[in-house]
């Protein structure tokens, strides 16, 4: 079993940034693929982006790429979401997710595990 938290989550200013991070406990995360994704208010949980067994492999949903960087420290067994360039449309609960097949998959059905959740707020 993998227990996933999430913190760095608040309020910021459209084109300000924002660092979430994803601490897991119970298990290593070296073995799993770990991803974020994000549910705004009447919104279905979408993908943001997903990170290999090493940094090497990511994957970003469109919307965020070139502003959002995903990346792990399997030392620390913790992962990272570096937010820049925040829009409001990026509102929205971020969550911290770990798969164990390998496949940096970008549907949130084919991951195993989830934390809770952290608010993230861009708003002037």
């Known amino acids: 079993q993998v227990q996933l938290v999430e913190s760095g989550g608040g309020l910021v200013q459209p084109g300000g940034s924002l660092r979430l991070s994803c601490a897991a406990s119970?298990?290593?995360?070296?073995?799993?693929?770990m991803g974020w994704f994000r549910q705004a208010p009447g919104a279905e949980r979408e993908f943001v982006a997903a990170?290999?067994?090493?940094?090497?492999?990511?994957n970003y949903a469109d919307p965020v790429k070139g502003r959002f960087t995903i990346s792990r420290d399997n030392t620390k067994n913790t992962i990272y979401l570096q937010m820049s360039s925040l829009k409001p449309e990026d509102t929205a609960i971020y969550f911290c997710?770990?798969?164990?097949?390998?496949?940096?998959?970008?549907?949130?059905?084919?991951?195993?595990?989830w934390g809770q959740g952290t608010q993230v707020t861009v708003s002037s």
């Open positions: 997710a770990a798969e164990s097949s390998g496949n940096l998959y970008s549907s949130r059905g084919q991951y195993d595990y």
């Open positions: 119970g298990r290593t995360i070296r073995g799993y693929v």
């Open positions: 990170v290999g067994w090493n940094s090497g492999r990511t």
